[in-house]
C-alpha cells in the first residue's frame, strides 16, 4: 500500500520546506521504508529549465533530461533515490497537457474548467508510477495564501476523500518568529496561516514550526489549541549547523514517529541513523581547511550553485577538509590584474553559465590556474572557457571563442546541431525553441586508458584504472567544443581523456603536466551525495590539499 505525505508551507517562503521534505524521506528510509519524493511547483513556467537561476536558483537535471527545482536535489543528496521528469509538475505543464487535450477534442464539447480538469490532471501526476513504493511525499512550492497554489492544495484536499481512509497525511511547515521588542517568540502567523489552509478545507495533522530558538511548551500548547492539533504534533524545527544535521535534529523532535502515527503505524521499526551521525561526526571535525574559488556569474545568489556547494561540502568529506567557498564574480577579473586576488587559493572552480557577460573573467582565470599551477575545474561552461583558454594562450588562435557569443575566427567552441541519444539523432537549429531543447540528461562518456579521470573514476568505483571506464553524468548544454580542433590541442598538452562513446562530442579535457586541470562538459555535481562524494569533486578537493600543503 502506497501512503501519501503532502507538505504546504505558511508564513514566508525559505523555510526549508525543500529540506523538511527531503529530511523526513530520509528519516521514513531509515526506518526500511521505500520512498519517492516529488514537488509540485504552481509558477505558470513549464519547467525551470528557461528561467534565470537568479530568479529561481539551479536548475537540477535528472537522469531522464528533465529540468526541476532544486528541491529535488536535495531529496536525490539526503534519499539517494534518482528523481525522474515524473517528479517535478508545474501549473504551466498541466496547463499544456490540458490545452493539448482541448485542441484535440478529447474533452468531448465539454467547458474545461480548473476543477475538475486542472484538479484531476494535478492529481494524476501524484499518482502516477507509485506502484510498489511505501511513502510518496509531495511537496506544494510556495505559501499557502498565494492565488497560484490554490488548484494544487485543492487536488490534494481531494486526494484526502478519494484515497482511502488512512493513506494520506498533511504536515504543514510554519514559521514562529522571535520580535525582540516584545522579547517574545509569537504563534499568531502560524494561526493565521493554519486558518488559511483550514479554510480551503485542509487540516494539517502535523505542525513543522520552524524558529530560531526553543519554543516553550506552553507556546506549543498554544500552537496546538489554536491550530487544532494534536500538542504532539507541534513539532520545533530549530535551525541547525549543517543541512545533513536535519534529520537527525528534526528525528529528535519526533517528527517521523508523528507523521508515521497519523497513519495510524505505532510499531515502525526504529531509525537507523548511524550513517548520518557519521555524517555529522565528519562535518564537526575537519582537519584542515581548505581554500576554493568559486568563479561564476550568479555568485550573489547561492541557490544559483546549489548542488555544487554541496558537491564540494562532500569533496571535503572525502578528504576529512572543511571547503571555505569564495563566490567570486568572474567580470570582476575583467580589470587588469584583478585576478591576483585568487592568489592564495587552493584550488579554482569556474562553473556552468550561460552567455557572453563574464567570460573572459572565467577565461583569466583558467590562465591564472593553468600558469600557477593552481588547481583547476572547469564544468560544463567552465571547461568550454578553459579550452578556449588553451586554444589562445598555448595553440596560438587569438580569435578562439564560442559562438554562443557570436561569429568568431575560430569556434573552438560551437551550437550543437546534432547528436545522438541512444539510437535518436538529435537536430538542432539556431531558431528553434529554447525551453527543453539542450542536450539534457544522461549520457555516456568514453575515458581513455590512462588519462587522469579515468585513475580517478576507477578509485571512485573500484574499476580497472588499466582500460577506459564508460561512465554516465547529466548534461545540460546547448554548445560543445568543436572536436576538429583536438588535434591542435592535444599538440599543446590538453588531452581529449573523456569522448561521447561515437567519438564525436569532446566530454572532457585535462592539461598534461599540470598538478589538476580538468574541464567536464556534463555537471558531476548533480550525482554527488554526502555518502558517496562525486569522485572527481573528492579527487579535486584532494589536490587542493596538496595546494593547501605546498603554500
Ligand atoms: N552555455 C553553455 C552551453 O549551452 C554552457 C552550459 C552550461 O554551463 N550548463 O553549452
Not at 509558477?43 to 528541491?71: C, F, I, K, R, W
Not at 496546538?224 to 500538542?231: D, G, K, S, T
Not at 502515527?261 to 548511524?274: Q, R, Y
Not at 539534457?440 to 571512485?460: E, H, M, P, R, W
Request: a negative charge; charged letters at 25%.
Amino acid at each position: 500500500m502506497t501512503r501519501y505525505i503532502f507538505i504546504t508551507g505558511g508564513v514566508v517562503s525559505s523555510l526549508g520546506k525543500g529540506l523538511a521534505s527531503a529530511a523526513l524521506g530520509a528519516l521514513l528510509q531509515a526506518r526500511g521504508y521505500s520512498v519517492r519524493l516529488r514537488k509540485l511547483d504552481p509558477y505558470l513556467n513549464v519547467d525551470p529549465g528557461t528561467m534565470s537561476p537568479t530568479q529561481h536558483g539551479e536548475v537540477y537535471v535528472t537522469d531522464d533530461g528533465a529540468e526541476t527545482d532544486l528541491d529535488l536535489g536535495h531529496y536525490e543528496r539526503f534519499t539517494g533515490v534518482s528523481s525522474r521528469q515524473s517528479d517535478n509538475v508545474t501549473t504551466g505543464r498541466i496547463y499544456q497537457q490540458i490545452l493539448a487535450k482541448e485542441r484535440r477534442g478529447d474533452y468531448l464539447g465539454r467547458t474545461v474548467q480548473v476543477i475538475p480538469h486542472v484538479t484531476d490532471a494535478i492529481k494524476e501526476f501524484v499518482l502516477n508510477e507509485t506502484e510498489g513504493t511505501d511513502f510518496i511525499l509531495c511537496e506544494i512550492g510556495g505559501t499557502v495564501g498565494d492565488i497560484e497554489s490554490l488548484p494544487f492544495l485543492e487536488a490534494i484536499r481531494q486526494l484526502g476523500n478519494d484515497l482511502p481512509r488512512g493513506q494520506t497525511a498533511y504536515v504543514h511547515a510554519t514559521l514562529v518568529p522571535y520580535i525582540a521588542a516584545a522579547g517574545e517568540l509569537k504563534t499568531k502567523p502560524t494561526q493565521h496561516s493554519v486558518k488559511e489552509l483550514r479554510s480551503i478545507g485542509i487540516q494539517p495533522d502535523v505542525l513543522l514550526c520552524r524558529s530560531d530558538r526553543e519554543i516553550p511548551l506552553h507556546e506549543q500548547r498554544k500552537i496546538a489549541l489554536f491550530c487544532n492539533v494534536r500538542e504532539s504534533a507541534v513539532i520545533q524545527a530549530l535551525d541547525c549547523r549543517s543541512i545533513y544535521e536535519v534529520p537527525l535534529a528534526y528525528h529528535a523532535e519526533g517528527f517521523d514517529s508523528e507523521v508515521l502515527k497519523v497513519f495510524g503505524i505505532d510499531d515502525a521499526p526504529p531509525a537507523d541513523l548511524t550513517r548520518w551521525r557519521e555524517i555529522n561526526g565528519r562535518i564537526e571535525s575537519p582537519e584542515g581547511t581548505v581554500k576554493i574559488a568559486v568563479v561564476g556569474k550568479y555568485t550573489d545568489l547561492q541557490d544559483a550553485y546549489k548542488s555544487l556547494g554541496e558537491a564540494l561540502v562532500h569533496g571535503g568529506l572525502a578528504n576529512q577538509v572543511k571547503v571555505e567557498l569564495q563566490w567570486i564574480e568572474s567580470e570582476t577579473f575583467e580589470q587588469p590584474d584583478a585576478v591576483q586576488r585568487l592568489e592564495g587559493v587552493d584550488g579554482i572552480l569556474v562553473p556552468g553559465g550561460f552567455g557572453e557577460r563574464g567570460a573572459e573573467g572565467k577565461i583569466a582565470a583558467a590562465t591564472f590556474a593553468r600558469t600557477k599551477n593552481v588547481p583547476y575545474f572547469g564544468i560544463c561552461f567552465g571547461m568550454q572557457m578553459a579550452v578556449i583558454e588553451a586554444a589562445r594562450n598555448l595553440a596560438g588562435l587569438p580569435g578562439a571563442s564560442s559562438t554562443e557569443f557570436g561569429a568568431c575566427d575560430d569556434p573552438i567552441v560551437g551550437l550543437m546541431t546534432e547528436w545522438t541519444e541512444g539510437n535518436l539523432l538529435q537536430t538542432r537549429g539556431l531558431d528553434d525553441d529554447k525551453g527543453g531543447t539542450m542536450r539534457l540528461g544522461k549520457y555516456d562518456c568514453q575515458l581513455s586508458t590512462g588519462s587522469k579521470v579515468n585513475a580517478i573514476y576507477a578509485n571512485g568505483a573500484a574499476g580497472e584504472a588499466g582500460s577506459g571506464l564508460l561512465i554516465s553524468e547529466r548534461h545540460r548544454h546547448r554548445y560543445e567544443v568543436n572536436i576538429n580542433y583536438r588535434a591542435a590541442l592535444e599538440a599543446v598538452g590538453m588531452r581529449f581523456s573523456g569522448l561521447s562513446p561515437d567519438g564525436a562530442l569532446p566530454e572532457i579535457v585535462e592539461l598534461e603536466g599540470h598538478p589538476w586541470f580538468i574541464g567536464v562538459q556534463f555537471h558531476p555535481e548533480l550525482k554527488s551525495k554526502p555518502f558517496e562524494p562525486h569522485p572527481l569533486f573528492a579527487s579535486f578537493i584532494a589536490a587542493a590539499v596538496d595546494q593547501m600543503r605546498l603554500v
